[in-house]
């Protein structure tokens, strides 16, 4: 709802790692190369300005010849630059009027650009001026609603989200929807499962707290904030990084921080979960999820503070901390059916480091649907990690080691689990599809000049030709999608999973501001990073996976299958287009992919499956406010919203308890034990997680495993309610299917359903 809408002085938990910018040594010389003459002889006056003038002209001219779309600072950037600087403050649309916003159009809406190129910053300080005095005006009003009462049995109803809502046209209009606002904040809080404080005091508190961050912006910060607006007026993925921001890049980079392991956001006032990282503590734990807003912060058994409308590098300062110690966090989760609901969730601080986010393996052994058992491959791919520098670590190495041990194994059939990787390494990206595939070519790139590169595998080798599955989620992003899209290209693998991937389809690099200020009369440390567009990937079928991704061939409901956890959702993203079909031939050495038939056996499943109808359920309810985007200010009424979620979630508990559904044997496997005889027996909930709870050991060999059918596993509870994946689940059965449909008609291996080590040769 303020400043705090800034995304970039923020990405302190994790960041996009190194190689997710990819090596691009080479093209990064020609542009600095064009651009060091450019910015130089544009700009022959310079010198006599400060250094924050020098670096505004820099990141200008950088934009306009380097970026991807090589777009002119013009008027038609001038208005887009305002309204994104304007929406950066002002998030919600809630402390400008639309009469602010035209006198700032009719002011500065066609001259913004031509300002940038003189190095003129007295736009962006008197725009930030408006902005802090409108903020005072309203935090006094604020206080002075506090002390009224608020009804609470009115029909009234306010905006859930107001970012694409007009601003108010004049300050009466203001007025009417701040009350509405602040009560809803009240109601919220009078709701909450976990109060912190009484909410009026807590509300009161939480705008002196926007009034004084707003106050502690100084020139520097708001020149950062105005440079930010403008990388972001060119595509969503360009930004302008302070020194501190590309310091806290480079500790991310470095895979060495202490925290949780997520990537945050801030989102009208709330600090949203953006990403998780692979094993860090927060999605091994699995309660936060991905679109989570995180409301209050504990630091061990201490009292929770409220961090909502706190500055985001702030509430990462709360969340970070020694190793080994805990923090609490209370946040509302992404599916709430009301906003006053809290999940109380303590981790413990970890290390978060590259191991955690290896390749692993799990051998899979479940029956079919004629009751035969069958032996399955499922690779869990969290990144395309790369050690750039000492090449110690490759994705494509790890991943290979991995598959020579499930190939003895004997497994019938593989699933390459992307659901929660970003991406990582395109040159890891490109030799892990070879390892699927004959050489031919993976990937086309094209750079701002036209000129389109084609990246091949050379090596003919395969290292698994056998019935594949690629499963995909809206978070598969970048490198995830260009591996996707190509074994889909092939004919080679069937995907499953959310409608699209995310739909990164671009590449960034970063550029210090540093080297071409230095052109202008000075160089320093403190001058910043662009991270700048300047390509797009394409398919070897000539489709970008920009904005589209990669569509799935078989679709299952999830929660997360919402455009809103897209790149379409992104402000001033790149559009989809096309390039030539790349020369390749489809995929002929193994069996087809049976696609429709696996589409309707998979369909049949789905219509009787109790948990999806229980997601298709939920996602109709949260479509629908997202539609309707209004909250009653009813306290009776959100009593009862709230009462039928915790008795419908109540049902659902029981009805998962009395199913007692059969549940497969894995085993897993880690760099780590890829060459050891024992695998470990993975206990995931139910009996065997509930004789975990018993004190059966976690880890056990697999001729120490106990039987799965027995009734006497260490006193299994059977109250404890089962692990909930069922995307997990159809997706062994549709590869089932494929193996099934690949191999025909023949007669089950009588020693299929022996432990890993027993089959070994």
Known sequence: MSIQGHKFAFRHEVCERADRAFSMKPRLQLVLALLASAVFVATPLAQAKSDADQICVSVGRLLEEGHYTHQQLNTEMSQKFLRNYVELLDFSHLFFTQKDIDALTAKYGTALA???????????????????????????????????????????????????????????EADALWRGRIASELLQEKLAEHPIEPGPQLVAR????????????????????????LAQSYDPHSEYLSKADFKNFNIQMGLSLVGIGAMLRTEDGYAKIESLVPGGPAQTDGRLKVGDRITAVGQG???FVDVRDMRLDKVVEMIRGKKGTKVRLLAIPANASDPSQRKNVDLVRDEIKLKDQEARADIIIKK???????????????????DMDRHSKSTTRDVLALLRRLKKENIAGLIVDLRRNGGGSLEEAISLTGLFLKSGPVVQTKGSNGNIVISSDPDPGIAYNGPLIVLTSRQSASASEIFAAALQDYGRAVIVGDKNTFGKGTVQTMLEIGRFTSLLGSRSQDDGVLKLTIQKFYRVAGGSTQL???????????????????????????????VPVAHYAKWSDGHPLFIEELKRRSAERV??????????????????????????????????????????????????????????????????????????????????AAAKAKGVPAKVSPEAAPDEDSDTIGGADDTKEPAIDPERDESLNILADLVDLSRGPKTASANVDKSPAQQRP
Not at 128 to 156: C, W
Not at 554 to 567: A, Q, Y
């Open 368 to 386: 079919d649907e004629n009751g035969n058992p069958v032996k399955l491959g499922w690779l869990t791919l969290p990144s395309f990690y790369a």
């Open 548 to 578: 589209h991704g990669v569509a799935s061939d078989i679709v299952l409901p999830t929660l997360t299958d919402l455009p809103e956890f897209g790149e379409g959702a992104l402000k001033n993203c790149l559009p989809y287009d096309e």
């Open 301 to 303: 058994t201490g009292e």
């Open 206 to 229: 939480r705008y002196d707290r926007i009034a004084r961050n707003v106050h502690e912006e100084d020139r520097d910060e708001q020149v950062k904030l105005y440079l930010d607006a």
């Open 607 to 688: 219509k009787s499956n109790s948990e999806f109808h229980y997601v298709m359920e939920d996602m109709e309810r949260l479509r629908q406010k997202l539609n309707d985007n209004r909250i009653t200010l009813n306290e009776d009424a959100r009593r009862k919203e709230i009462e039928d979620d915790k008795v419908r979630k109540e049902m659902r508990s029981k009805e998962r308890l009395a199913r007692h559904e059969e549940e497969p044997r894995i085993y897993r496997l880690t760099l780590d034990t890829v060459d050891k005889p024992d695998l470990q027996l993975i206990m995931f909930p139910g009996k065997l």
């Open 114 to 172: 031509d300002d940038v190129l003189l190095g003129n910053l007295k736009p962006a300080y008197e725009i930030y001026d408006l902005y802090q005095k409108r903020v005072d005006e309203r935090v006094a009003k604020v206080k002075e609603l506090l002390k009224q009462p608020m009804d609470f049995k009115t029909n009234e109803t306010v905006d859930l989200r107001r970012e694409k809502a007009p601003w108010p046209k004049d300050e009466a």
